[in-house]
């Protein structure tokens, strides 16, 4: 469903991808991690369609990023690492934009948005300007505006970032069942423990290569630990 061949992208004389190539199955969770300005944005960003590679194909379902955007935009559900909302819609209101956007019938969109009410536990605030809620609220609608139209593929960046542990365990949950409906996820943490958790394989990427690529095991046994996180300091090191 994921797809990168060779993908290439450079800031000026920084190359933040340097000729990576991996390939998501349908029914997957895919993990990446790497270190701050590994390349792990940029990458997801360039499946989201928000960034041209300079060289290399990346591919969401059988649509070409650069040749075919607005197919597929249609296949994915994103949350950047930073999302934006609209400070004076409600929660209701800005799912429903979404949902106009995605041209939705609005009995979809309303089984959806309950849906979101009812895993995140939002009640009055969902009626609340966005301007007024918590920082824990805002992801909560940001990471619901990706998950309630049930694309075939999400791209979430840093997804639990804000949640307390109680809703980041809800997340997490349900999107290990959604992968299991034959859906593909692709996300990125800094949180071991998440990978660890939910992800049927990962890749770390250090200094815009791919650099470790497997299962949890297989990675912690190609590196000699015991667990994600000494792997993970084992193979980027100090650097």
Known sequence: MLAARDVTKRYGDIIALNRVSLELSRGEVFGLLGSNGAGKTTLMKIFATLLRPDSGVAVVGNADVVRDPLRARRLIGFVPENPSLYDKLTGREFLNMIARLRN??????????????????????????????????????????????????????????????????????????????????LLSTHVTQVAEAICDRIAIIHDG???????????????????????????????
């Not at 690529?213 to 190609?222: F, M, N, P, Y």
């Open 209 to 239: 290569g791919l650099v470790a690529l497997g299962s949890v095991k297989e990675v912690c046994a190609k590196s000699g630990a015991s667990t994600l996180e000494d792997a993970f300091t084992a193979i980027v090191g100090d650097s």
């Open 104 to 185: 939705m019938k609005q009995a979809d969109a309303d089984r959806g948005i309950s849906e979101m009410r009812e895993l995140f536990r939002m009640g009055a605030e969902l009626e609340r300007e966005s301007d007024g809620l918590s920082r824990g609220m805002k992801q909560k609608l940001a990471v619901s505006s990706a998950l309630f139209h049930r694309p075939p593929v999400l791209i979430l960046d840093e997804p639990t970032n804000g949640l307390d542990p109680r809703f980041a365990k809800v997340l997490k949950e349900w999107l290990k069942e959604y992968a299991r409906a034959g859906n593909t996820i």
